[in-house]
């Protein structure tokens, strides 16, 4: 069965970057988070520009895999441009709708943290929507603090949402200078 056949988590290619999108486009039209509309999804080439430009600063960017079809994949991005931020990411995950609440999420966060804290980044960031029940679960079982309430800054069909920020440190996280 193929449900049976093992996860694999590896660093994303080229290749991945159209069905990744295809993730992406199905989550925006369905589901609670990102937008409504198709108007600001970004474009296969934009994406793999965006893919290298991540890969070059050493920002994980990784993909999950089940007999060979990408299944789900997650990123960061640095929190903030300015070099004061550089030990700081936010982070995105997405799971393909066909695949959700079997476990993919959560290696692809442990994952991600892991290359995270080797990478020598300390603080990893999230902005979930307050109705995103799954995403809150997740980022709580793996340790993230709620730091904020952002109220009502998204506009979707017609009524306004909530975000909530979460916040998880990384290995020494704030405790000690760099070395
Ligand atoms: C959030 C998301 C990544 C979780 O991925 P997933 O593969 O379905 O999650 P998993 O099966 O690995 O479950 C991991 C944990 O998430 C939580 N969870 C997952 N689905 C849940 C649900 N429907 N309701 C409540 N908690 C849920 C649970 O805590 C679960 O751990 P446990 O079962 O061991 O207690 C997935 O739902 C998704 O892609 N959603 C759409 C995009 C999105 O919202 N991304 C996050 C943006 S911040």
Known sequence: MESD??????????????????????????????????TGTPQPDDLKDRR?????????????????QIVGYAYVV?????????FTVKHSIYVHHEHLGRGIGRLLMQALIDACAAAGFRQMIGY????????????ERFGFARVGLLPGVAYR???????????RSLGAGATQPIS
């Open 5 to 38: 056949l093992p996860i694999i988590i590896r660093p994303s290619r080229d290749d991945d970057v159209e069905p990744m999108l295809a993730i992406y486009r199905r989550h925006i039209r369905h589901g609670i988070e990102a937008g409504v509309e198709d």
């Open 52 to 68: 290298k430009n991540l890969r070059n600063r050493k920002l994980p960017h990784l993909v999950a895999t089940r007999g060979g």
């Open 78 to 86: 640095l929190f903030r441009k300015r070099p004061a931020y550089r």
């Open 128 to 139: 979930i929507d307050a109705e995103n029940g799954a995403s809150l679960a997740l980022h």
């Open 157 to 167: 069909y017609g009524k306004w949402s909530d975000s909530v920020m979460v916040q």
